[in-house]
């Protein structure tokens, strides 16, 4: 079976960091673009960061540009996002998706 498992959130205090995994089986993740979703409290999906499968590209969305960082790494099979300077509008579940499939999601709370 497919499967992502995303972990690494949490409740930070603004300025904060947070480094999240999303750690993929059941597939080549390493054949894939990657990207990390972000769904705030009664709002749709917003793409956060996306990785090409040989990491050459990266996109962010301006929200987040400076401040996080899009990495992953094929022998484990696992893309990372590394979030720094956090404020409370990044405050929402994030989820990875890969080929279509949707990790469960991990909740980062930023206290103001």
């Known amino acids: 079976d497919v499967q992502l498992q995303a972990s690494g959130g949490g409740l930070v205090q603004t300025g904060g960091s947070l480094r999240l995994s999303c750690a993929t089986s059941?597939?080549?993740?390493?054949?894939?673009?990657i990207g990390w979703f972000r769904q705030a409290p009664g709002k749709a999906h917003e793409a956060v960061s996306c990785i090409s499968s040989s990491a050459d590209r990266t996109y962010y969305a301006a929200s987040v540009k400076g401040r996080f960082t899009i990495s992953r790494d094929n022998a484990k099979n696992t893309v990372y996002l590394q979030m720094n300077s956090l404020q409370p509008e990044d405050t929402g579940i994030f989820y990875c998706?890969?080929?279509?499939?949707w990790g469960q999601g991990t909740q980062v709370t930023v206290s103001s």
């Open positions: 998706l890969i080929n279509g499939v």
């Open positions: 059941g597939f080549g993740a390493s054949d894939y673009h």
